[in-house]
T-cell receptor, first 117, second 111 residues
């Protein structure tokens, strides 16, 4: 069964360092998402991506964050200068069809746990 | 005010009990998702529904669009059902399928 994969599973970094979190969405999917979950809190939407551009982003997704689909399979989240409060589990998700009344299921990756020291 | 509210936040049940987790939302939705999150952190989609009722094994999800309320039921609960159950709403009319998550219900089923 096709699945979303994420690497690494755990990333430890020093404050101020850049990190890149990687995701491989399901191959025929067109919409991609990043969510994050700070320990003990609910999952929060960061950004959605379609047709090689950001389609929506939350207030959390400031200039420190960027996303990219560098090739036909990978979808990356970059944090330029990590802060302590960026420590969280980051989930990638994808689905086949877009918004409005489309009911396509969103598939989640296993997550990358980012720890900023 | 949270756009998606769940209750209870924590639930402890004995094996075999019938379990209900509730979700209320204040936004217009195109679909409501029920998700399961295990201690390792991974998220698994259980149901996606926009009306009526869906059943998969011992799990049943219902939604009442007029009342903006959904429930997840687990029949004959088992310790392996222990996890966090999350409802998430897909905002109607949004540009994307982004999900708005509830805070989750931590379920512990004791043998």
């Amino acid at each position: 069964e096709p699945e979303v994969t994420q690497t690494p599973s755990h990333q430890v970094t020093q404050m101020g360092q850049e990190v890149i979190l990687r995701c491989v969405p399901i191959s025929n999917h067109l919409y991609f998402y990043w969510y994050r979950q700070i320990l003990g809190q609910k999952v929060e939407f960061l950004v959605s991506f379609y047709n090689n551009e950001i389609s929506e982003k939350s207030e959390i997704f400031d200039d420190q964050f960027s996303v990219e689909r560098p090739d036909g399979s990978n979808f990356t989240l970059k944090i330029r200068s990590t802060k302590l409060e960026d420590s969280a589990m980051y989930f990638c998700a994808s689905n086949a069809v877009g918004g409005g009344l489309s009911y396509n299921e969103q598939f989640f990756g296993p997550g990358t746990r980012l720890t900023v020291l | 005010k949270n756009e998606v509210e769940q209750s209870p936040q924590n639930l402890t049940a004995q094996e075999g009990e019938f379990i209900t987790i509730n979700c209320s939302y204040s936004v217009g939705i195109s679909a409501l998702h029920w998700l399961q999150q295990h201690p390792g952190g991974g998220i698994v989609s259980l149901f996606m529904l926009s009306s009526g009722k869906k059943k998969h094994g011992r799990l049943i999800a219902t939604i009442n669009i007029q009342e903006k309320h959904s429930s997840l039921h687990i029949t004959a609960s088992h310790p392996r059902d222990s996890a966090v159950y999350i409802c998430a709403a897909r905002n109607y009319g949004g540009a994307t399928n982004k999900l708005i998550f509830g805070t989750g219900t931590l379920l512990a089923v004791q043998p």
